[in-house]
């Protein structure tokens, strides 16, 4: 069983309902808010780890989670290890502005915040509009560009500096693009693997919050409670008449 720790029923279902129409941004900041974040502050890494954090209730200190290889489409079992990630990931990233020299071009830029990613839902997204984002996001994040010390629009970045923008921002706030490097057993593919800090927590308040509700229904229809009166019922009470019921 899943320890609900983290929230009470009435909370959970509450949160559930409430974050199930969204898009996955706003989602995720929903989910950071929930678990003590203020949901609109601070850097993306810094909410990722508060909801890496909030999965330790759910999953444990060593969840084990599954991947799949991209070349033999082989899934791929590894370990998270939360305490030593979280520990790794500690320290704010830096707020203010940023110099990255790189290829005679010299770039000022700021780090994406939580408001500049809020519109983009990765998980249906294709490839144009992961292009269009990475080119919004360059507008919005590079404050000045030259070459040779000579201004340049931010859309005459070359691919090869706009990369090396991209890698300086993940060193310095590593926490917002969470991946594992992985290798495939069966064709000994290696890749790095994006794990997704608010969909697993979301994953688990999910499947919560539907045990929850076929608990509440089966309590409802056997008894004629109503839905208040059976999540009022203590655990060890609820899981007793469930038994009664004959549905646990
Ligand atoms: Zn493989």
Known sequence: MTPRAAFDDQALLALWEQALPLPAAAREALL??????????????????????????????????????????????????????????????????????????????????????????????????????????????????????????????????AEALSQRMEALDPAATLAFDLACPACGHGWSAPFDPARALWACLQTAAERTLLEVDALASRYGWSEPQVLALSPARRRAYLQLAGVA
């Open 32 to 161: 950071a808010a929930a678990c003590g974040g203020d949901g609109h502050a601070g850097s993306v890494g810094a909410q990722r780890r508060q909801l890496l954090a909030a999965l330790r209730p759910w999953l444990g200190e060593r969840p084990a989670l599954q991947g799949r290889c991209p070349a033999c489409g082989e899934a791929v079992a590894f370990e998270l290890a939360l305490a030593p990630l979280l520990q790794a990931l500690e320290g704010d990233a830096p707020a203010g502005e940023q110099q990255l020299d790189v290829a005679g071009w010299r770039l000022r830029f700021r780090l994406p915040r939580l408001q500049d990613i809020a519109e983009f839902d990765a998980g249906h997204a294709d490839a144009a509009a992961v292009e269009a984002f990475v080119q919004q996001l360059l507008q919005r994040c590079v404050l000045a560009a030259e070459q040779g010390g000579t201004p340049q629009p931010v859309a005459a970045l070359p691919a090869p500096v």
